[in-house]
């Protein structure tokens, strides 16, 4: 199996003047600060081409990174390293990972230091989200829960199926459902993803009253990156999908070729074996 991966661009010792730290004075003040940034993206269409505009410019990055710590100040460098490292994955398409460490040199805690740093890891992720309304004027519940997700702005939705009329399951004595999937990139944690699901879900109505009940909006994640996670709150994949004729059908429109983590089944396996 082909196991995706990206090439590196590599900003080090960057020099910047920021006003972060938890003392006054530090805000007032400031100080320098150090970056190092490791920029995770594809090179090879630039290397081939000899073309800037096929790759991310770094001296930008420096620039942007530069700007962002004078621009902003935090008294935790965790909140500058984590606020900054959104905003460059926001700002540059082209980037699918940073790993960005943020060095406060000569931090003010009464005794010699030569700095202390803080490093962290984020990127786009890839998840796949049922959808399906059977109350009420169904299709603007579907409108309004595509809506919702596209408005988030660490959301990006990439590619919705086709709407498809389905007959309830597992409590079958309620009205018809449409249902169908989005495919999304997140900057968002699969717990973090779930509450603003959650969120979207309330304000359409949604009421939590009976397992498998009638909703008026439903939003459910199958599938975050091949990430497994089994929590009271959250089960990825989602435990059920394969017996499910109305999420496996739409998931195969967009990714038959997707395979399950655990059953080691493409979607368009698991929906021909159903």
Known sequence: MHKETWDKIYI???????KHGVLPEENRLGQKFQINAVLYTHTREAGLKDDLIKTI?????????????????FQLIETAAEQMARAVLLQFPAM?????????????IGLPLESVSVEIERGWHQAFVAIGSNLGEREDYIKMG???????EDCQVEK??????????????QPDFLNGMIQLKTLLTPWELLELLHQIEQRAGRERLVHWGPRTLDLDIIFYDDWVVDSEELQIPHPDMQNREFVLKPLAELAPFLRHPLRNKTVGQMLEEL
């Not at 080090?12 to 920021?18: A, S």
């Not at 410019?57 to 100040?73: L, N």
């Not at 699918?96 to 406060?104: A, N, T």
Request: with cysteine; aromatic share 10%.
């Open 146 to 152: 595509l809506e919702g997700l596209r408005k988030c």
């Open 57 to 73: 410019h770094y001296g930008q990055v420096s620039h942007f990174m530069s700007s962002f710590m004078m621009e902003h100040t």
């Open 12 to 18: 080090k010792n960057l020099e910047v003047f920021g």
């Open 96 to 108: 699918e990972k940073i790993k960005l460490e943020v060095l406060k040199p000569w931090a003010p």
């Open 160 to 173: 919705v199926s086709e709407i498809i009329a389905t007959k309830p399951y597992g409590m079958t004595g």
